[in-house]
């Protein structure tokens, strides 16, 4: 019996990155982010859902290129189905004073998130 050899379909090519390089310093990749997630925001009343590309992009462009989202736009994505949230639009937010925790429910996937927050002591 002679077997033809046959290469291994199972294996992967591993496509090389030359060529494709960061046009781009991380200070204009950072502030095209923010500039797409205002945009997100200010649009969110009138155009939903071009809302939701505008920070489905930012929120792409932040995890390819690894810088991070400054912290008041981090708590605005849902930490479930990863849209863009807007309160009054598509999430309910709470406030709680017993256990002192911001709560916030997303209208798409009805996840729940609570975030704490306390009040300084002053000595």
Not at 41 to 55: F, G, K, P, V, W
């Amino acid at each position: 019996m002679q077997y033809s050899k046959r290469k291994n379909s199972s294996r992967r090519k591993k496509r090389s990155r030359k060529g494709k390089s960061l046009a781009l310093s991380p200070e204009d990749v950072e502030s095209k982010v923010i500039w797409l997630l205002e945009e997100a925001n200010r649009l969110i009343q009138e155009d939903y859902e071009l809302a939701q590309q505008y920070a489905n992009r930012a929120r792409r462009i932040q995890m390819r290129t690894r810088i991070k989202f400054p912290s008041i736009w981090k708590k605005q994505f849902c930490k479930h189905c990863k849209i863009f949230l807007y309160p009054g639009v598509n999430c309910q937010v709470r406030l709680s004073s017993t256990n002192k925790v911001i709560a916030i429910k997303c209208s798409e996937c009805k996840g729940y998130t609570r975030i704490p927050y306390y009040r300084r002591m002053e000595e």
